[in-house]
């Protein structure tokens, strides 16, 4: 797969949609996993027959469940290691309150009021601060791209 070039507010953003599809999958996997509960007592009362159009749907779920919880896995996976990487930019960052506003924003998922109420700041100045807390992370992101080691 090739990998297309982005700036540091997709980069950082990248754990974020992936929590988002986590989420969706999750939902996915417990629906199926309904769809099982019913299926399996509606097949304990007709045992020891062939194996019905209900029971072919039935193994098909399960297998469908194993498939998708091994690629959750790997999600969960992939995840850890994002957030490895954003922490990594943003500890790199040498003013505390450039790392704190990103770290709410990107690694804790946090909303700008939210983060106004901790950070305890008029709302204009937490944009600001987020604005520049961002050009410092760029510069850092554009070295690093630069000069990969």
């Keep these: 797969m090739e990998k297309r070039a982005y700036g540091v507010e997709e980069f950082l953003s990248r754990p974020k949609r992936l929590e988002e599809e986590i989420r969706g999958d999750i939902d996915h996997i ?8 019913k299926t399996t007592t509606q097949l304990s009362f007709t045992a020891g027959r062939n194996l019905s159009k209900d029971e072919k749907m039935f193994e098909t779920v399960m297998i469908q469940i194993a ?8 999600k969960q996976q992939h995840l850890v290691e994002m957030k490895l990487e954003v922490e990594n930019l943003i ?5 505390k309150e450039f790392r704190e506003i990103l770290r709410y924003i990107y690694i804790r998922g946090l909303r700008m009021p939210d983060i106004q109420e901790l950070m305890v700041l008029p709302k204009t100045t937490c944009r600001e601060l987020r604005k520049r807390a961002l050009s410092a ?3 850092i992101f554009r070295e690093k791209k630069n000069n990969p080691s």
């Design 30 to 37: 417990a629906s199926l996993r309904s769809i099982v509960e």
């Design 67 to 74: 498939e998708e919880e091994t690629s959750l896995e790997k």
């Design 91 to 95: 500890s790199r960052i040498p003013q």
């Design 137 to 139: 992370a760029e510069m």
